[in-house]
């Protein structure tokens, strides 16, 4: 089963970038989907950004045209760049990994993003 590690979190004023990394165990171009989800305290995890085998990506209507998911197949990793953040946008943030169509997902430990002043 693929594991997957997120980094790039960090502290970052509102208005700011920042760029998750989320490295795979193996090649992605095997992988079916990965995506970043996230979660604040007190809430349910929420979906962000997905991209697909085909290089096809989906977004959350909160992040749409501020979050940005990509791929590198040489490094295995994918990308989120966030931009325009806000203080709501604190959370942990998720990487995760379906290998097929219907397979479970694996998920990584998760890397924490605040957004403040």
């Known amino acids: 089963q693929v594991q997957v590690v997120e980094s790039g979190g960090g502290l970052v004023q509102p208005g700011g970038s920042l760029r998750l990394s989320c490295a795979a165990s193996?090649?992605?171009?095997?992988?079916?989907?990965m995506g970043w989800y996230r979660q604040a305290p007190g809430k349910l995890r929420e979906f962000l950004a997905v991209i697909i085998d085909d290089g096809s990506t989906d977004y959350a209507d909160s992040v749409k045209g501020r979050f940005l998911i990509s791929r590198d197949t040489t490094k295995n990793t994918v990308y989120l760049q966030m931009n325009s953040l806000k203080p709501e946008d604190t959370a942990v943030y998720y990487c995760n990994a379906r290998e097929r169509i219907g397979a479970p997902r694996s998920w990584g430990q998760g890397t924490q993003v605040t957004v403040s002043s």
């Open positions: 193996k090649s992605i171009a095997s992988i079916y989907a």
